[in-house]
């Protein structure tokens, strides 16, 4: 087990900080789960220009919501209080030997990574759901920046990260599995075959909006991260 931490921390030490003031802020600025409202407002915006009826478009979003929603409850309700692991910037054993960015720190528990798992769980949610390989690209991007900005700013050990991603990508994969046995028995199942659509039916020029909006937030955090450094 000593071994098991030792490796843990040594990992955490390779991730961790740098001496770019630059590449702080802008992994400051994406880690920040408002920075990403954006992204989120373009997936519901695919949901309903891509569903027939109110009542796929609020299933298929319920459904979504249900991967925060359990994820977070899981984590932060049960099991960050019964493990009570302090997370790397507050160890008093460790916290004097990683990199900090001002204004990111925290007192709750470590384990196991909110991010890690609540983007994990929303990205393969989505990528099942639209099965394009451009958008689950991005989403795996997506969500493994997040998990690489937690190491980097001190707040997770990678095992935290580790555990939340499988608890994410299994929820993921749960939610969505009980999702397509609920809509397929009040939806007619069509297997789209063009050039404009989806094998699931969503329009290729409405995923494009999606990642086109993915590459405007990482836009802003270098413009952001830019002013900040002159």
């Not at 249900?66 to 916290?95: E, W, Y």
């Not at 009040?186 to 290729?204: E, L, M, Q, V």
Request: net charge neutral.
């Amino acid at each position: 087990m000593d071994s098991l931490l030792d490796l843990d921390r040594q990992i955490l030490y390779f991730f961790n900080g740098s001496d770019s003031l630059f590449w702080d802020s802008v992994v400051g600025t994406l880690t920040n789960g408002l920075t990403w409202i954006p992204l989120y407002i373009c997936l519901i915006y695919l949901v309903i220009k891509n569903k027939e009826s109110v009542f796929q478009i609020l299933f298929t979003l319920c459904f979504a919501a249900l991967c925060i929603l359990i994820t977070a409850g899981l984590t932060d309700l049960i099991i960050k209080p019964l493990v009570g692991r302090l997370r790397p910037c507050m160890d008093p054993n460790i916290k004097y030997l990683i990199d900090t960015v001002y204004g990111f720190a925290s007192k709750d528990y470590s384990f196991w990574s909110a991010h890690a798992a609540n983007t994990s769980s929303v990205a393969i949610f989505v990528s099942l759901l639209v099965r394009e390989k451009k958008l689950i690209i991005a989403m795996i991007l997506w969500c493994l920046f997040n998990c690489y900005s937690r190491l980097y700013l001190g707040m997770h050990y990678p095992s935290d990260i580790l555990c939340g991603l499988l608890v994410g990508v299994t929820l993921g994969f749960i939610i969505y599995y009980f999702y397509q046995k609920i809509y397929y028995r009040f939806t007619p199942k069509i297997n789209y075959i063009s050039s404009h659509f989806t094998s699931t039916g969503f329009a290729i020029s409405d995923i494009d909006v999606v990642i086109t909006m993915m590459i405007f937030i990482l836009i802003y955090s270098i413009i952001r991260a830019t002013i900040v450094c002159i």
